[in-house]
């Protein structure tokens, strides 16, 4: 891990690294878009074809016929669980859908006024598409965060693709009674999903991370199918003045396993912690080879000057996970994906069983959303109604700022109703 000082000697270096991280994640995408461009366009075009087809050369996909998962190998792959792992799967999933049915929004209606009731109506969408990655590790908790939101929320059609989905994603499919789940993963799956073909009915909107190319692939069909976020490699951020250098360092290289481009990112005023932190993710990463390329590759330790600025450099990260000291510390935080408060809170059980959802914004996104939640699965449909009384109040106002904006017949259309007998001239 690289250790920068915001003060003294290493004030420009420092400032250079943070411009950077502002603007981190971008320029990834131009190097695998032609080739998402490529696959893209020909499963839109040639659809079955071109989807089997890149199942069979990208996926490993044996069998055309073996493209859907059927319930009965879900139920199988529940059934062949550990006792031990039901549960826990069945525990972390029974949070998650208490944490999202807190969330849900509700349909309200007021009457700010004599005769005008205004309000709103909360509508699930049709249906989703979650993308589950099945790369260098199962996950199952992935599955549970994206489609157990998308249930609260009342969606009819929740489709899970997933290449090579591991036996616990099956059972953890299972367990939720999802029945549409495909064997297809990449930019392919994506395009399928935006699109549709002959095997995989469009959906309205696509939901959960992935690999660059599922990124930018997602970004590519957002005009033509609604997403969620453009999610990057995992980040953490621990911003700590008085924490333990072990929890700070195992919190660091529990993020940085997931992905080489993972960012792991210690924020502090004090050297001494600094570096006893640097220490310990040395010495923790030592047989976690994913880990320590990520640690070395993105790893970084801040020196700030003091409090104010240490805070300051947090919130212009954005991170998509922040550990703070404790709870008079959210206060300050603005700009963070989720947040973890005291040393008892390891990032990794917000990663399975807290509740909150993990499918979190990354590369700054965090400076103007939050993370995947039962609102994405939903529309606040706006309900107006008047009555005489509440045209004759607001009426003549609202004619007045339709003719001030030169649309007379706006203005018309309220007028008629405020003088029926009136003809327009």
């Known amino acids: 891990m690289k250790l920068i000082y915001t003060a003294g000697r290493g004030a420009r270096s420092a400032e250079q690294a943070l411009a950077a991280l502002e603007h981190r994640g971008g320029a990834a995408f131009d190097r695998v878009m032609p080739a998402v461009l490529r696959i893209v366009a020909d499963v839109r075009r040639r659809g079955d074809r071109a989807l089997r087809r890149y199942a069979a050369q990208l996926d490993g996909l044996p069998d055309a016929a073996a493209l859907q998962v059927t319930t009965a190998e879900m139920a199988g792959a529940w059934k062949s669980l550990h006792p031990e792992l039901r549960d826990a799967l069945s525990t972390a999933a029974a949070q998650i859908r208490g944490f999202a049915r807190r969330q849900l929004p509700r349909t309200w209606n007021a009457s700010p006024r004599a005769g005008v009731t205004t309000g709103q109506l909360v509508r699930p969408l049709s249906s989703v598409g979650c993308y589950v990655p099945s790369g260098r590790h199962p996950l199952p908790s992935t599955l549970l965060m994206t489609a157990i939101p998308a249930q609260v929320a009342g969606v009819e059609r929740i489709v899970v693709v997933s290449p090579k989905p591991a036996p616990e994603a099956l059972a953890a499919a299972h367990l939720v009674g999802i029945s549409e789940f495909y064997r297809a993963g990449g930019a392919h799956a ?103 390329e990520a640690l070395d590759r993105n790893g970084l330790v801040i020196v700030a000057a003091d409090a104010d600025e240490a805070r300051a450099i947090t919130n212009r990260i954005a991170p998509e996970h922040l550990t703070v000291d404790g709870a008079a510390d959210l206060n300050w935080v603005r700009n963070a994906g989720s947040v973890f408060v005291g040393r008892w809170s390891a990032q990794p059980m917000g990663d399975y069983i807290s509740g909150p959802n993990h499918t979190l914004p990354t590369g700054g996104l965090a400076r103007v959303r939050g993370g995947l939640s039962v609102n994405d699965f939903v529309k606040l449909i706006t309900v107006q109604q008047y009555r005489t009384e509440g045209i004759r109040t607001l009426g003549p106002k609202a004619a007045l700022l339709a003719e001030a904006e030169g649309l007379t017949g706006h203005a018309e259309a309220i007028r008629a109703r405020l003088h029926p007998g009136r003809s327009h001239a």
Not at 222 to 235: K, V
């Open 190 to 292: 994506i395009a399928a999903l935006a699109y549709g073909t002959g095997s995989i009915p469009r959906v309205d909107k696509i939901v959960g991370p992935g690999n660059l190319y599922v990124t930018a692939a997602k970004r590519l069909v957002a005009f033509d199918c609604a997403i969620d976020m453009l999610a990057g490699p995992t980040e953490i951020v621990v911003a700590s003045k008085r924490g333990r250098a072990s929890d700070i360092a195992s919190d660091l290289v529990a993020q940085a396993e997931h992905d080489p481009e993972a960012l792991a990112i210690f924020i502090t005023t004090r050297t001494d912690l600094a570096k006893e932190v640097i220490a310990e993710a040395r010495l923790r990463s030592r047989s976690n080879s994913v880990a320590r």
